[in-house]
């Protein structure tokens, strides 16, 4: 049996598709005639064998655009959705509600990168009070993978309700404690937080069908900007995936410069 290697597969298979897409991607001289698409299958095919380096350029190139049309894609969906991003009622919020510098935060309490995030937004909320706000988004993607994550976001969806000061404490709280929660646990660090733990579960309770309808607005918002994962931060309108401390931190320099 003849035996076609990996190479030729390759070529032969993206002759079609390159001649299809048209010289936008490639720029070949002496082309012949686009009629004679024998002839320009054969060109192709041949300026392959001869530079298979050629096909490098072509990839970059293909994901060039794509990384920019989804970066043109997330800005558009980032400036259409700041009602939701932004002026959303529900959202627990710290910060200066008229500060200049404001972070939105996707984020699950089981979620480690979290963990590693919180460390710097809550020095950042303490070193600069006047100049940073940050709204809180519960989204408990790791449901399922890691214990309790849904049931902390709608104690936190509760403990809101009693005050940013409770709020603040109760949040870094979780964020420093390892993941992994039942409703003992989540109890235990509510209580050492100055949670009123009856007023919090009867919230839980007869607020959940508010709070999961949040939680599910969220996952929508998510889906829109495609975070599929946490945590993520809009910082001054900059979409940053993970816990780009760095990142945040530059973000966060140039408002202070310019302020």
């Known amino acids: 049996m ?3 290697s990996l190479p030729t597969i390759l070529v032969s298979a993206l002759v079609a598709a390159i001649v299809s897409v048209g010289a936008s991607l490639l720029v070949l001289k002496s082309a012949p005639a686009e009629k004679d698409q024998e ?3 054969a060109y ?3 300026a392959l064998l001869n530079d298979p380096f050629m096909l490098d350029d072509v990839f970059a190139a293909l994901q060039n655009g794509r990384e920019q049309q989804q970066a043109e894609q997330t800005q558009a969906a980032l400036i259409e959705s700041q009602p939701d ?3 959303d009622a529900r ?4 910060g200066n ?3 200049k510098f404001t972070i939105v935060e996707f984020f699950d309490y089981n979620c480690g990168y979290c963990k590693i995030a919180a460390e710097w937004t809550k020095t950042q909320l303490e070193q600069h009070p006047e100049h940073i706000k940050i709204i809180f988004k519960d989204f408990p993607v790791l449901e399922g993978r890691a214990k309790g994550s ?3 976001s709608l104690a936190a969806m509760a403990v809101w309700k009693q005050g940013p000061e409770v709020f603040h404490n109760f949040h870094f709280a979780m964020m420093d404690a390892k993941g992994g929660f039942d409703s003992q646990r989540i109890n235990e660090i509510a209580t050492n937080s100055g949670v009123d733990i009856k007023k919090m579960r009867d919230d839980m309770s007869s607020g959940k069908t508010d709070f999961e309808a949040h939680l599910n607005d969220t996952m929508r918002l998510a889906s829109v900007l495609s975070i599929d994962g946490t945590p993520a931060f809009i910082a001054d309108g900059t979409l940053v995936h993970g816990a780009n401390i760095d990142l945040l ?3 966060l320099n140039a408002s202070l410069v310019d302020s």
């Open 91 to 94: 959202d627990a919020v710290l």
């Open 249 to 251: 931190q530059q973000l």
């Open 97 to 99: 509600d008229a500060a």
């Open 85 to 87: 991003l932004y002026r």
């Open 39 to 41: 002839a320009a299958n």
């Open 2 to 4: 003849n035996q076609i």
């Open 44 to 46: 192709v095919k041949q």
């Open 150 to 152: 849904r049931e902390s």
